[in-house]
């Protein structure tokens, strides 16, 4: 009688065995095949970049230079001005201008130093190039428009100022963009 009892235990142990690994395949089964359909409802890496806040250092940037970033796929120029070109944006009669734009209006208050515009040309969304020019500024080889070191139009067919992002002064030494 022994043997019998002993028979249904290892039976009974192997069944157990047996419902238990074919619930584990089971469950790495279905998560197999939803895994895809889950997936698939998140936003890509890429979505999530191109539209995430960007977070820069600027204390290495030295004064009359400037970094270019990227933020939702837009080229960001982020400029150091020097004490000159702070005077001569200041210094321009802003009635004269075809966007008329104090240069105050583009630079956050006690931060005249630092520029921080979008880096696409408002006549046809070509990238202009820093530095260049009559006025020192930004030039779009593209079609001549002309810039200053405030990013507002000067000469050619844009129409208006290279826009300004939204952005914001972490600490003295770091910005947030977007």
Not at 23 to 33: K, M, P, R
Not at 112 to 123: F, N
Not at 151 to 158: C, L
Request: with cysteine; glycine share 8%; net charge neutral.
């Amino acid at each position: 009688m022994a043997a019998t009892h002993e028979h249904a235990e290892t039976q009974a142990t192997r069944r157990d065995f047996i419902y238990i690994a074919t619930g584990a395949v089971g469950v790495v089964g279905t998560t197999a095949a939803l895994w895809p359909f889950v997936s698939q409802l998140a936003p890509d890496q890429a979505t999530l970049a191109a539209g995430a806040p960007v977070e820069v250092d600027i204390a290495p940037i030295p004064a009359g230079q400037e970094v270019k970033i990227f933020w939702r796929g837009k080229p960001i120029y982020i400029r150091h001005r020097t004490p000159e070109e702070i005077k001569a944006a200041e210094d321009v009669d802003v009635a004269s201008l075809k966007d008329p734009q104090p240069d105050s209006d583009r630079v956050k208050p006690g931060k005249a130093e630092w520029l921080v515009i979008t880096g696409i040309c408002t006549h046809l969304g070509c990238v202009p190039l820093g530095y260049q020019g009559k006025y020192k500024g930004w030039f779009c080889p593209c079609h001549g428009s002309v810039y200053d070191t405030s990013g507002r139009i000067r000469q050619g067919p844009a129409p208006t100022n290279l826009p300004l992002p939204p952005y914001a002064f972490q600490s003295d030494t770091r910005i947030v963009v977007g």
